[in-house]
């Protein structure tokens, strides 16, 4: 093979589709209609469910739930971030690992005998992860960040009553959940340009090793100093919209359409946990 067409089968590669966090997929649905509050506690039940009900049943009623959900709110494929390469190989070390624990069930080959059982625990922890990221995700692509505070403070209100300062941890919410994409952008910028620098290469480790310490150490110094100038220019766009209780503040309250996600996704515990208890008492 040539350098060409090396070169060209390099360009005609498909770049991966990044992880893209707290940005919401334009469109209108139901799912996107839905209170925050109303997603956080789905998540938040779902989760509790999967902690005592790891089951195969419960997790595929869950993952029914999403893929459901994700139907209804027009999810396209592209919002799928791409699976890295490394990852496909700890996942392949891990179900070897896994394989080779052995236990039950047991099923013969011929005339050995092979287990099964951590192989099964190992899918079920991924199964389990994969739903639980999907729960996150789905979340992220319906909901905009800046409903999540007023959320929070909302569905903290009766902690009021003991002294905790819900308020001030749904401010200090909404500043990290409005802050954490546009640091995002910022480093990728400061990554780009550091790649687009010139590099003179040493010719020994030592040397190596020292001007790798001093490129951290600047894309660290660099990344503070937009924080701060970040964080300076936030702090002067929410006083002048009034301060920080109005990004505690927001009108919306649960309608119609939130009971009824709620009463789906409580029934659909509740058959969850009944199969899981007939599952293994029989």
Not at 202 to 218: C, G, N, T, V, W
């Amino acid at each position: 093979m040539t350098a060409t067409q090396t070169s060209t089968g390099r360009e005609s590669r498909r770049p991966g589709r990044p992880v893209v966090l707290l940005v919401p997929v334009p469109g209108k649905s139901a799912i996107h209609d839905l209170w925050a509050g109303t997603k956080l506690l789905i998540v938040f039940g779902i989760s509790v469910l999967l902690t005592f009900y790891p089951g195969w049943i419960a997790l595929g009623l869950v993952a029914a739930l999403v893929l459901t959900a994700a139907r209804i709110a027009h999810i396209p494929r592209g919002a799928l971030p791409s699976v890295p390469r490394w990852l496909w190989i700890v996942l392949a070390l891990g179900f070897i690992t896994a394989a080779l624990a052995g236990g039950d069930p047991m099923v013969r080959v011929g005339a050995v005998e092979v287990g099964l059982g951590g192989t099964l625990y190992f899918l079920r922890i991924t199964t389990l992860s994969i739903v639980l990221l999907g729960l996150g995700a789905m979340v992220s692509w319906t909901t905009n960040v800046a409903e999540l505070g007023p959320a929070v403070a909302a569905l903290g209100r009766p902690l009021r009553i003991l002294r905790i300062p819900v308020d001030e941890w749904a401010v200090a919410l909404a500043l990290a959940l409005r802050a954490f994409p546009m640091l995002i952008d910022e480093f990728q910028v400061l990554s780009a340009a550091r790649r687009l620098r010139p590099k003179h290469i040493p010719r020994s480790r030592k040397a190596r090793r020292q001007r790798h310490a001093r490129e951290l150490i600047d894309l660290l110094a660099a990344a503070m100093t937009v924080t701060l100038r970040r964080a300076d220019e936030m702090g002067d766009a929410i006083t002048a919209r009034g301060g920080t209780g109005q990004l505690s503040a927001y009108p919306a309250r649960p309608k119609l359409s939130d009971w009824m996600a709620l009463g789906i996704t409580l029934v659909l515990s509740a058959a969850a946990v009944v199969c899981e208890t007939i599952w293994h008492t029989t």
